[in-house]
């Protein structure tokens, strides 16, 4: 099974430099954790302060866990959802 998260960030434009900096030091932490399959930070072509964020993880409880670590805690929540004009997050099963 496979528990798979996409996230849309849209940084307040004054910020977007340093959401870019939070993702890139963010995606490699997340991928060193037992069940992170796949982690993909993407920037708007169009608009560069909206980043979009693939997560794919082998279960739901990996999700769960992500949050929990310490670089989740310090990365996004303490540095970059204070820049954030908004955060989404929708969960997703793969189909086929």
């Known amino acids: 099974m496979s528990y798979i998260v996409v996230a849309r960030w849209v940084a307040r ?3 977007q430099g340093e959401i870019e900096r ?3 030091e963010f995606v490699p932490r997340c991928l060193a954790e037992p069940g992170c399959r796949s982690f993909l930070a993407h920037q708007s072509v169009e608009k560069p302060n909206e980043f979009l964020l693939y ?5 739901e409880k990996d ?4 949050q929990a ?14 820049l954030l004009e908004s955060r989404e ?3 997703y099963e793969i189909l086929a």
């Open 13 to 15: 434009k004054e910020h």
């Open 22 to 24: 939070i993702l890139r």
């Open 55 to 59: 997560e794919h993880y082998s279960e």
């Open 63 to 66: 999700f769960v866990d992500h």
């Open 69 to 82: 670590t310490s670089h989740f805690k310090e990365l996004v929540l303490q540095r970059a959802v204070p």
């Open 89 to 91: 997050r929708v969960p």
